[in-house]
């Protein structure tokens, strides 16, 4: 078993960045892949990101590829998000979420949750 924490979320002006850390006690979290999803209010969550137990593969949604950098270090229990050129859009809580599969799309099953961190991007 593994529990997950957010940090970083914040206020931000359109085209600045923000990095979103999700820290892990427990269970090693290199025993995991792991993903970042968001949800806004009256919206689904989403998947955002997500990254193999070794860091050596990645997956990004559409909206985000170019912008968004997900990243781990496992020697410090950690999983970031970089993200970039935030848009209003981007606005949401963001979760960081375990998976036991090997290569976390959207469609896999994620077993743990954190309890999110809130991301707000003005105009």
């Known amino acids: 078993q593994v529990q997950l924490v957010e940090s970083g979320g914040g206020l931000v002006q359109a085209g600045g960045s923000l990095r979103l850390s999700c820290a892990a006690s427990g269970r090693t979290l290199n025993t995991y892949a792991m993903g970042w999803f968001r949800q806004a209010p009256g919206k689904e969550r989403e998947f955002v990101a997500g990254i193999s137990r070794r860091g050596s593969w990645t997956s990004y949604s559409d909206s985000v590829k170019a912008r968004f950098t997900i990243s781990r270090d496992n020697a410090k229990n950690t999983v970031y998000l970089q993200m970039n050129s935030l848009q209003p859009e981007d606005t949401a809580a963001y979760y960081c979420?375990?998976?036991?599969?090997?290569?976390?799309?959207?469609?896999?099953?994620?077993?743990?949750w954190g309890q999110g961190t809130q991301v707000t991007v003005s105009s």
């Open positions: 979420a375990a998976s036991g599969a090997s290569y976390p799309t959207g469609t896999v099953s994620y077993d743990y």
